[in-house]
């Protein structure tokens, strides 16, 4: 595709219920990124993939995140037994390179989550 | 916490006028980024500059790296009012982003 697309663009679930964001990154782009965003700060890093492999999940705030690129494409952000302060963007992006090192990243429009 | 921290935190100008935001890291780095946001959009990349560049220019975008203090500055000359958004540098070995500076241009 054109550029990073990420589905669905809008979830509303109730607290409790879980919830997977996909993320289908630029093809050819080997690292793939997952940030949090509440309005009115900068992007929060989550977890970042090279190829398949999770390269650093220091950012996932707790165990009920979890991430996933099975086949070095497509990734799937999974919130668990969500909870109001989940609520906030979650943005993907993606590099061409590994780890971003030189090369920018691609921003897609983003998932808007409201756990009710 | 993040790498990159980016001040002032707001920035109001009248079109025209250059504006002036900065950026501070704490470890080495390969390289520093800048992006923008509109307002509820996704982030753009702007520019990326080198450790060993000094200085980088892209239309009206300056950008300069002073690696000895860890700190980027970003300058945007003959502002416009369609350059109101929030600005971010991010660096290659921690793609985290500080809060960003927000850029109003007043017409």
């Known amino acids: 595709g054109a550029g990073v697309s990420q589905s669905p663009r809008y979830k509303v679930t109730k607290r409790g219920q879980d919830v997977a964001l996909r993320c289908d990154p630029i093809s050819g782009h080997v690292s793939l990124y997952w940030y949090r965003q509440a309005l009115g700060q900068g992007p929060e890093f989550l977890t970042y993939f090279n190829y398949e492999a999770q390269q650093d999940k220091s950012g996932l705030p707790n165990d009920r995140f979890s991430a996933e690129r099975p086949e070095g494409s497509i990734s799937t952000l999974t919130i668990q037994r969500t909870e109001q302060r989940d609520s906030a963007m979650y943005r993907c992006a993606s590099s061409l390179l590994a780890g971003g090192s030189l090369y920018e990243q691609y921003f897609g429009p983003g998932t808007r989550l409201t756990v009710t | 916490s993040q790498q990159g921290e980016e001040d002032p935190q707001a920035l109001s100008i009248q079109e025209g006028e250059n504006a002036t935001m900065n950026c501070s890291y704490k470890?080495?780095?390969?390289?520093l980024q800048w992006y923008r946001q509109n307002s509820g959009r996704g982030l753009v990349h702007l520019i990326l500059i080198r450790s060993n560049e000094r200085e980088k220019h892209s239309g009206r975008l300056r950008v300069t790296l002073d690696t000895s203090k860890k700190s980027s500055s970003l300058l945007i000359t003959a502002s416009r009012a369609a350059d109101t958004a929030s600005y971010f540098c991010?660096?290659?070995?921690?793609?985290?982003f500080g809060a960003g500076t927000r850029l109003t241009v007043k017409p």
């Open positions: 470890t080495s780095i390969n390289n």
């Open positions: 991010a660096t290659d070995n921690d793609m985290r």
